[in-house]
């Protein structure tokens, strides 16, 4: 049985797990030994400003199909629950250049990011928070992850209070509600003085979703390596 499956919609395949878990059940009277599967979820953004592609591995199986450059992320993966020896080398090659054993909660999610400079790359796993929104809300949260970035507020233009503030390298933030909108715009702001450091326009946010916000990048860069604000929403 393979260690992992691509998910595309974490609760989805929880509830489905547990429903099946049921059936197993009340079908089988012979069998009263049988214990479901725990399974977590983790996705996987590639975070560290270098041009070199990477391959995601999960003990020895490879998890991207596809080209994992700088800002791609991996959807949610379907894990066996435990502690899970996670790895990544350059891409077409399976000599490992960062590895860590972690451990899986049963019916959590995770958000794993390959950070900081390439020559020192490291791994951040973050527990996913994936409570459902308030009603009518959409839910985000902020991650800094340029290395050479000062501490960090996060702003949505044209409101008057910052949406988190005094983040340093490597933080981030706990979930917090906010209203969808066609497009907005995150401004992230030097905490001290308050200049806008970089943005991202135009940004859907829908109701019910889950986003999270992070700063990339190196202030000292001018190529596409430069500081940015990416947003993925989780899935």
């Not at 591995?57 to 959807?75: C, L, Q, S």
């Not at 996913?128 to 308030?134: I, N, R, V, W």
């Not at 019910?208 to 000292?220: Q, S």
Request: hydrophobic share 40%; glycine share 6%.
């Amino acid at each position: 049985m393979n260690i992992l499956t691509n998910l595309k919609n974490i609760s989805r395949t929880f509830i489905a797990l547990a429903t099946l878990s049921v059936t197993l059940a009340a079908c089988s009277k012979d069998d009263d030994d049988f214990t479901p599967p725990q399974i977590s979820g983790l996705s996987v953004i590639h975070a560290s400003p270098t041009n070199e592609k990477l391959d995601f591995y999960v003990e020895n199986v490879k998890a991207n199909n596809e080209d994992f450059g700088y800002t791609d992320k991996i959807d949610y993966l379907n894990l066996y629950s435990g502690t899970r020896r996670l790895l990544i080398a350059k891409k077409g090659t399976s000599t490992a250049l960062l590895t860590g054993d972690f451990l899986l909660e049963p019916q959590k999610g995770y958000s794993l990011f390959a950070y900081d400079k390439f020559e020192t790359i490291k791994f951040l796993l973050i527990k996913d928070d994936l409570t459902a929104p308030a009603t009518g809300k959409a839910r985000v949260r902020f991650v800094h992850l340029s290395p050479d970035a000062p501490a960090l507020n996060l702003a949505i233009a044209g409101k008057d209070t910052d949406l988190f503030t005094d983040k340093s390298f490597k933080g981030y933030t706990d979930f917090v509600d906010i209203d969808p909108a066609e497009k907005v715009t995150f401004n992230v702001k030097n905490k001290d003085g308050g200049a806008i450091a970089a943005s991202i326009a135009d940004v859907k946010i829908e109701a019910n979703k889950i986003y999270t916000v992070w700063v990339k990048g190196l202030v000292a860069a001018t190529d596409n390596t430069k500081l940015g604000v990416e947003v993925f929403v989780h899935k």
